[in-house]
Protein backbone atom coordinates (compact mmCIF):
# COMPACT_ATOMS: atom_id res chain seq x y z
CA UNK A 1 0.00 0.00 0.00
CA UNK A 2 1.69 3.12 -0.99
CA UNK A 3 1.05 6.26 0.79
CA UNK A 4 0.92 10.17 0.58
CA UNK A 5 1.91 12.07 3.51
CA UNK A 6 1.38 16.25 3.19
CA UNK A 7 2.35 17.90 6.13
CA UNK A 8 4.42 21.01 6.70
CA UNK A 9 5.31 20.13 10.44
CA UNK A 10 8.50 18.78 9.60
CA UNK A 11 9.14 16.44 12.73
CA UNK A 12 5.34 15.16 12.99
CA UNK A 13 6.09 14.52 9.14
CA UNK A 14 8.86 12.48 9.33
CA UNK A 15 7.65 10.68 12.78
CA UNK A 16 4.83 9.63 10.34
CA UNK A 17 6.97 8.93 7.51
CA UNK A 18 8.73 6.55 9.55
CA UNK A 19 5.95 4.79 11.92
CA UNK A 20 4.46 3.77 8.42
CA UNK A 21 7.66 2.90 7.05
CA UNK A 22 8.21 0.31 9.73
CA UNK A 23 4.14 -0.83 8.77
CA UNK A 24 5.24 -1.91 5.75
CA UNK A 25 3.64 0.93 3.62
CA UNK A 26 5.86 2.46 0.82
CA UNK A 27 5.38 6.11 2.06
CA UNK A 28 5.88 9.50 0.11
CA UNK A 29 6.08 12.88 2.03
CA UNK A 30 5.74 16.24 0.91
CA UNK A 31 5.85 19.53 3.28
CA UNK A 32 3.68 22.32 1.27
CA UNK A 33 0.56 22.34 -0.61
CA UNK A 34 1.66 22.67 -4.22
CA UNK A 35 3.51 19.89 -3.95
CA UNK A 36 0.93 17.93 -2.05
CA UNK A 37 -1.25 18.68 -4.93
CA UNK A 38 1.11 17.55 -8.07
CA UNK A 39 1.79 14.42 -6.29
CA UNK A 40 -2.03 13.88 -5.52
CA UNK A 41 -2.48 14.40 -8.83
CA UNK A 42 -0.38 11.39 -9.84
CA UNK A 43 -3.54 9.42 -9.09
CA UNK A 44 -0.57 6.43 -8.06
CA UNK A 45 -1.48 6.42 -4.49
CA UNK A 46 -4.02 4.02 -2.43
CA UNK A 47 -4.65 6.78 1.26
CA UNK A 48 -3.06 10.35 0.98
CA UNK A 49 -3.08 11.78 4.68
CA UNK A 50 -3.81 15.52 4.24
CA UNK A 51 -2.36 18.43 6.58
CA UNK A 52 -5.29 21.01 6.53
CA UNK A 53 -3.19 24.18 7.12
CA UNK A 54 -0.26 24.11 4.82
CA UNK A 55 2.19 26.93 3.18
CA UNK A 56 1.23 27.43 -0.54
CA UNK A 57 -2.23 25.86 -0.95
CA UNK A 58 -4.18 24.39 2.08
CA UNK A 59 -5.84 20.94 2.27
CA UNK A 60 -9.41 21.34 1.75
CA UNK A 61 -8.33 23.29 -1.43
CA UNK A 62 -6.51 20.34 -2.51
CA UNK A 63 -8.99 17.88 -1.64
CA UNK A 64 -11.04 19.77 -3.78
CA UNK A 65 -8.77 20.04 -6.76
CA UNK A 66 -8.71 15.83 -6.50
CA UNK A 67 -11.97 15.35 -6.00
CA UNK A 68 -12.55 17.61 -9.10
CA UNK A 69 -10.18 15.62 -11.26
CA UNK A 70 -11.87 12.05 -10.65
CA UNK A 71 -9.46 10.86 -8.12
CA UNK A 72 -11.21 8.87 -5.45
CA UNK A 73 -7.94 7.66 -3.41
CA UNK A 74 -9.21 7.98 0.13
CA UNK A 75 -7.93 11.03 2.20
CA UNK A 76 -7.53 11.29 5.71
CA UNK A 77 -6.97 15.20 6.86
CA UNK A 78 -4.98 16.21 9.72
CA UNK A 79 -7.25 18.47 11.85
CA UNK A 80 -6.26 20.37 15.09
CA UNK A 81 -8.05 19.30 17.61
CA UNK A 82 -11.49 20.52 17.92
CA UNK A 83 -11.76 22.57 14.97
CA UNK A 84 -15.30 20.94 14.03
CA UNK A 85 -15.86 23.55 11.14
CA UNK A 86 -12.52 21.98 9.54
CA UNK A 87 -13.88 18.17 9.62
CA UNK A 88 -17.41 19.17 8.46
CA UNK A 89 -15.76 20.93 5.70
CA UNK A 90 -13.25 18.33 4.74
CA UNK A 91 -15.77 15.18 5.19
CA UNK A 92 -18.23 17.68 3.13
CA UNK A 93 -15.37 18.18 0.37
CA UNK A 94 -14.68 14.98 -0.53
CA UNK A 95 -12.38 13.50 2.97
CA UNK A 96 -12.79 9.83 4.04
CA UNK A 97 -11.58 10.26 7.34
CA UNK A 98 -9.92 12.31 9.85
CA UNK A 99 -7.89 12.62 12.59
CA UNK A 100 -7.38 15.00 15.57
CA UNK A 101 -3.72 16.15 16.39
CA UNK A 102 -2.46 14.78 18.49
CA UNK A 103 -2.70 11.64 17.65
CA UNK A 104 -1.63 7.74 19.20
CA UNK A 105 0.11 6.55 16.01
CA UNK A 106 -1.81 3.11 16.64
CA UNK A 107 -4.93 5.25 16.34
CA UNK A 108 -3.09 6.14 12.98
CA UNK A 109 -2.51 2.90 11.98
CA UNK A 110 -6.09 1.31 12.76
CA UNK A 111 -7.63 3.88 10.91
CA UNK A 112 -5.57 2.92 7.97
CA UNK A 113 -6.79 -0.27 8.37
CA UNK A 114 -10.30 0.78 8.48
CA UNK A 115 -9.99 2.48 5.45
CA UNK A 116 -8.68 -0.45 3.91
CA UNK A 117 -11.30 -2.86 5.22
CA UNK A 118 -13.28 -0.35 3.54
CA UNK A 119 -12.00 -0.95 0.21
CA UNK A 120 -12.81 -4.34 0.05
CA UNK A 121 -10.57 -6.49 2.20
CA UNK A 122 -14.30 -7.11 4.02
CA UNK A 123 -15.93 -10.54 2.04
CA UNK A 124 -19.05 -9.75 0.27
CA UNK A 125 -21.33 -12.20 3.20
CA UNK A 126 -19.52 -9.78 5.84
CA UNK A 127 -16.69 -12.41 6.77
CA UNK A 128 -13.30 -11.31 7.33
CA UNK A 129 -10.98 -13.76 5.75
CA UNK A 130 -7.60 -15.37 7.38
CA UNK A 131 -5.76 -18.25 6.57
CA UNK A 132 -8.67 -21.33 6.03
CA UNK A 133 -10.56 -19.41 8.34
CA UNK A 134 -13.99 -17.02 7.56
CA UNK A 135 -15.07 -14.76 10.38
CA UNK A 136 -18.74 -13.42 10.30
CA UNK A 137 -18.83 -9.85 11.63
CA UNK A 138 -22.59 -10.12 11.68
CA UNK A 139 -23.19 -13.67 13.26
CA UNK A 140 -19.88 -14.08 14.77
CA UNK A 141 -19.35 -17.26 13.59
CA UNK A 142 -16.29 -18.65 12.76
CA UNK A 143 -15.88 -21.21 10.08
CA UNK A 144 -13.71 -23.87 8.53
CA UNK A 145 -14.57 -25.41 5.23
CA UNK A 146 -18.16 -26.74 6.85
CA UNK A 147 -17.41 -26.85 10.48
CA UNK A 148 -18.56 -23.49 12.45
CA UNK A 149 -18.53 -22.56 16.03
CA UNK A 150 -20.08 -19.37 17.38
CA UNK A 151 -17.61 -17.29 19.06
CA UNK A 152 -18.67 -15.18 22.04
CA UNK A 153 -18.19 -11.32 21.99
CA UNK A 154 -14.75 -10.33 23.40
CA UNK A 155 -13.32 -13.69 21.51
CA UNK A 156 -14.68 -12.35 18.62
CA UNK A 157 -13.38 -8.73 19.25
CA UNK A 158 -9.83 -10.46 20.10
CA UNK A 159 -9.67 -12.26 16.74
CA UNK A 160 -11.19 -9.78 14.68
CA UNK A 161 -8.29 -7.69 16.28
CA UNK A 162 -5.61 -9.85 15.23
CA UNK A 163 -6.90 -10.59 11.53
CA UNK A 164 -6.81 -7.39 11.02
CA UNK A 165 -3.67 -6.67 12.01
CA UNK A 166 -2.10 -9.51 10.00
CA UNK A 167 1.54 -9.73 9.80
CA UNK A 168 1.24 -7.25 13.14
CA UNK A 169 1.75 -8.59 16.48
CA UNK A 170 -0.83 -7.50 18.89
CA UNK A 171 0.34 -6.22 22.86
CA UNK A 172 -1.84 -7.27 25.28
CA UNK A 173 -2.15 -3.43 25.94
CA UNK A 174 -3.23 -2.89 22.51
CA UNK A 175 -5.75 -6.04 22.73
CA UNK A 176 -6.80 -4.55 26.21
CA UNK A 177 -7.64 -0.85 24.65
CA UNK A 178 -9.12 -2.03 21.73
CA UNK A 179 -11.63 -4.78 23.15
CA UNK A 180 -12.11 -4.12 26.66
CA UNK A 181 -11.39 -0.01 25.90
CA UNK A 182 -9.15 2.38 27.59
CA UNK A 183 -10.73 2.75 31.18
CA UNK A 184 -11.56 -0.80 31.95
CA UNK A 185 -9.64 -2.81 34.70
CA UNK A 186 -9.29 -5.56 32.62
CA UNK A 187 -5.48 -7.34 33.51
CA UNK A 188 -2.98 -8.75 31.44
CA UNK A 189 -4.11 -11.90 32.21
CA UNK A 190 -7.73 -11.96 30.65
CA UNK A 191 -6.35 -11.46 27.13
CA UNK A 192 -4.10 -14.79 28.16
CA UNK A 193 -7.35 -16.20 29.24
CA UNK A 194 -9.21 -15.58 25.79
CA UNK A 195 -6.41 -16.22 23.86
CA UNK A 196 -6.42 -19.84 25.64
CA UNK A 197 -10.17 -20.17 24.86
CA UNK A 198 -9.38 -19.36 20.91
CA UNK A 199 -6.43 -21.75 20.58
CA UNK A 200 -9.09 -24.61 21.96
CA UNK A 201 -11.97 -23.29 19.26
CA UNK A 202 -8.94 -23.27 16.37
CA UNK A 203 -8.23 -26.68 17.32
CA UNK A 204 -11.62 -27.82 17.55
CA UNK A 205 -12.06 -26.62 13.87
CA UNK A 206 -8.87 -28.35 12.67
CA UNK A 207 -7.77 -24.80 11.50
CA UNK A 208 -3.83 -24.48 10.02
CA UNK A 209 -4.56 -21.36 11.69
CA UNK A 210 -2.49 -20.69 15.13
CA UNK A 211 -2.26 -17.83 17.23
CA UNK A 212 1.75 -17.31 18.15
CA UNK A 213 3.16 -15.99 21.26
CA UNK A 214 6.04 -13.36 20.19
CA UNK A 215 7.53 -12.57 22.97
CA UNK A 216 7.78 -9.20 24.82
CA UNK A 217 5.88 -8.46 22.33
CA UNK A 218 2.13 -9.99 21.45
CA UNK A 219 0.22 -12.22 19.35
CA UNK A 220 0.25 -12.64 16.26
CA UNK A 221 -1.97 -14.96 13.89
CA UNK A 222 -0.46 -17.46 11.51
CA UNK A 223 -1.63 -19.36 8.33
CA UNK A 224 1.17 -22.72 8.38
CA1 LIG B 1 0.20 22.50 9.00
Redesign the pocket.
Known sequence: MRILIV???LPLAEALTQILRKNNYTVDTVNDGESGLDNALSDIYDLIIL????PKMDGISILKKVRKEGISTPVML?TARGEISDKVQGLDSGADDYLAKPFASEELLARIRAISRRKGELLQDNSLKFGDLLLNISTLKLTKDRKEIKLILKEFQLLELLITRKNLASSKELIIEKVWGFDSEVEHNHVEVYISFLRKKLIYLNSSVTINTVRGVGYILESN
Do not use: T
Request: glycine share 0%.
Open positions: EDEDIMLL
